[in-house]
């Protein structure tokens, strides 16, 4: 699991952003494994990118989910 609870203003911005990177792997592959169990999910992620929200939804319903 990757190291959280330090301030991303202490952080280089390259180690930064290898950290962001590392735990949005974590988070797609956890919500992968909920999704492949029928279990319900509630994501709390800001999707103020039109991109964000399409790729989410997208691999939501490519799992035979709802998006909401």
């Known amino acids: 699991?990757?190291?959280?609870?330090?301030?991303?203003?202490?952080?280089?911005?390259?180690?930064?952003?290898?950290?962001?990177?590392?735990?949005?792997?974590?988070?797609?592959?956890?919500l992968i494994r909920l999704m492949d169990a029928k279990l319900p999910v509630v994501i709390d992620y800001s999707f103020w990118s039109r991109a964000a929200r399409d790729r989410y939804k997208a691999v939501i319903e490519s799992r035979g989910c709802r998006w909401s």
């Not at 959280?4 to 592959?29: M, N, T």
Request: charge should be negative; proline fraction near 3%; charged fraction near 35%.
């Open 1 to 30: 699991m990757v190291e959280v609870g330090r301030d991303a203003a202490d952080l280089d911005p390259a180690e930064y952003e290898q950290l962001k990177s590392a735990i949005e792997q974590e988070l797609w592959g956890e």
